[in-house]
């Protein structure tokens, strides 16, 4: 891998060039792979004593929520395996909540250094340059970010 390391002489760029040292020293790199498994996006779910869901409704829902957990798995367990062919030892995550908070609340509660991210996703819409969970990531973290286009 070749490594641009951008610098305007500042301060900034004096952690920048830091930064870009510990990524070329590679040696004691640790990788954990995280997905979110967002619930928000598939409630709602009928709470004990709730009765605005039909028993039957509800029963579909906790059914198709247990499929896309299943799916979220094997996100995981394949991005995985895919870093395991290259040699890398890697740790899996999976997390439950809305991702972009979630992804910044484990990276600062871990201490990551740097977080590597897509800058779109699933979603199919690109005017944007960024997605709603990159966009949040990158604004709201303490970490450095990497976004790949
Ligand atoms: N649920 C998630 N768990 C972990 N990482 C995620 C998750 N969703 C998105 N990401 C990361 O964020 C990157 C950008 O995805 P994002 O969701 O922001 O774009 P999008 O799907 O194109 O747009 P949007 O979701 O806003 O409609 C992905 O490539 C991935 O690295
Ligand atoms: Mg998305």
Redesign the pocket.
């Known amino acids: 891998m070749k490594i641009l390391v951008c610098t305007d002489g500042s301060g900034q760029s004096q952690r920048v060039i830091e930064k870009a040292a510990q990524i070329a020293a590679g040696g004691n790199v640790e990788v954990t792979v995280?997905?979110?498994y967002?619930t928000s996006k598939n409630g709602p779910y009928r709470i004990e004593g709730n009765e605005t869901l039909s028993e039957e409704l509800n029963r579909q829902l906790i059914e198709l929520k247990e499929q896309e957990k299943e799916k979220s798995k094997k996100v995981l367990s394949e991005a995985a395996k895919a870093l395991e062919k290259k040699n890398i030892n890697v740790k899996t995550l999976l997390k439950e909540g809305r991702?972009a908070e979630t992804?910044v609340r484990v990276a600062a509660e871990n201490e990551f250094d740097i977080v590597v991210?897509?800058?779109?996703?699933?979603?199919g819409?690109k005017k944007m340059f960024?997605?709603?969970?990159?966009?949040a990531v990158l604004h709201e973290i303490k970490a450095s970010v990497l976004i790949v286009k």
């Open positions: 995280i997905h979110v967002e991702a992804i991210l897509g800058s779109r996703g699933l979603s819409l960024l997605g709603s969970v990159s966009n």
